[in-house]
C-alpha cells in the first residue's frame, strides 16, 4: 500500500512545528508535481492510492499531514482553523523549494486549497474534492461537535465511540489494508485533537472570486457534509472561467475512497489535467 512513498518530516520555523509528509516519483521540467492534501482527522493514507497511480504515470507527487493528524506534532495548545494550516502548507511548500504545483484536496483539505489560491501563486490549478463555499452553520459540523440522541458530540465525551469512529472511517474500498489501517489513524488520535480539529476550523472563508487558477469540483451526489445547495453556491462564489463540474451519482463524502470511485476520481483529475496542458 505504500511501498513507493518516502516518508520526511520538517521543521517548520514560523510555526515552530515539524509537520510530515509522503512523497513518490521524481521531480522533473516536463511534470508539474501535484499536492495532495487530506481531510480532518486523515493523514497521507486518504490520497495514498491516486498518488501512487501519479506517480506511476511520472508525477511527483507530495501528500503533507496537516498538524494534530499523522505523524505530524500534535500541539494541544494554538489554533487548528484553516487559515494556521494553510500557512503551514505554504512554509512547506517553500522550505521544499516547490514554487508550483496542482493542488488537490478533500474536505478540510479542499478548504486549504481555497485558501492557498485566493492569494498564492503557487496553484497551477485546483481540485476540490467535498467541498463547500462555507464552513459555518454546517448542520453536520455542529453535530460532530454537539451530538444528537444518536451521538454525544465529541465536545462531551473523552473516549469516541467504536461505533462511531467504524461509521466515520467507513468506506468499499477494494484493499482491506487500506480500510483497517484508516480506521486505526482516526481511532489513535487524541479527542483532544478532534476538538481542535473540528471547533477551530470555522473562520473567515477563502476570497473565492480571487481565484484564477484552473479548477476542478468533483461532488458525490450523497455528500453528508456538502449538498447540491452548497455545490451551487460554491461554483457561484468561484466565478472563474476555467471551472470544470463533474458529479459523481451516489458518491459520498469520502467519494475517493469506495469501490470503482479512487479509479474514477484519478482518471477525472488526469483528463482535467491533460484539458488544462499539463
Do not use: C
Amino acid at each position: 500500500m505504500t511501498e513507493q512513498f518516502t516518508f520526511h518530516r520538517i521543521h517548520l520555523p514560523s510555526a515552530d512545528i515539524t509537520l510530515s509528509y509522503a512523497q513518490a516519483g521524481t521531480a522533473t521540467d516536463d511534470l508539474t508535481p501535484i499536492v495532495f492534501i487530506h481531510g480532518a482527522t486523515d493523514s497521507y493514507l486518504s490520497f495514498s492510492q491516486i498518488a501512487s497511480a501519479f506517480a506511476a504515470r511520472g508525477r511527483h507527487v507530495i501528500l503533507p499531514e496537516l498538524r494534530g493528524h499523522g505523524s505530524s506534532d500534535k500541539p494541544t495548545e494554538g489554533e487548528y482553523t484553516v487559515a494556521r494550516h494553510t500557512k503551514d502548507v505554504e512554509e512547506l511548500l517553500s522550505e521544499l523549494g516547490i514554487r508550483r504545483a496542482h493542488i488537490v484536496g478533500h474536505s478540510l483539505g479542499s478548504f486549504v486549497a481555497q485558501h492557498l489560491a485566493d492569494h498564492s501563486a503557487v496553484p497551477a490549478s485546483v481540485t476540490l474534492l467535498g467541498s463547500g463555499s462555507a464552513l459555518q452553520g454546517n448542520p453536520t459540523l455542529q453535530w460532530l461537535l454537539e451530538g444528537d440522541e444518536t451521538f454525544p458530540g465529541i465536545n462531551h465525551v473523552e473516549v469516541l465511540p467504536e461505533t462511531f469512529l467504524r461509521d466515520w472511517t467507513a468506506s468499499t474500498n477494494e484493499d482491506p489494508a487500506f480500510v483497517q489501517a484508516t480506521y486505526e489513524h482516526a481511532r489513535t488520535l487524541p479527542v483532544a485533537i478532534w476538538r481542535h480539529v473540528f471547533g477551530d476550523i470555522e473562520n473567515n472563508p477563502a476570497d473565492l472570486s480571487a481565484i484564477h487558477a484552473p479548477v476542478l469540483l468533483i461532488h458525490g451526489t450523497e455528500d453528508e457534509f456538502f449538498d447540491k445547495d452548497d455545490e451551487l453556491r460554491l461554483i457561484d462564489a468561484l466565478g472563474t472561467q476555467e471551472l470544470v463540474y463533474l458529479e459523481h451519482v451516489g458518491g459520498k463524502h469520502n467519494i475517493h475512497w469506495d469501490h470503482g470511485e479512487t479509479q474514477r476520481v484519478s482518471a477525472d483529475i488526469q483528463r482535467f489535467l491533460a484539458f488544462i496542458g499539463d
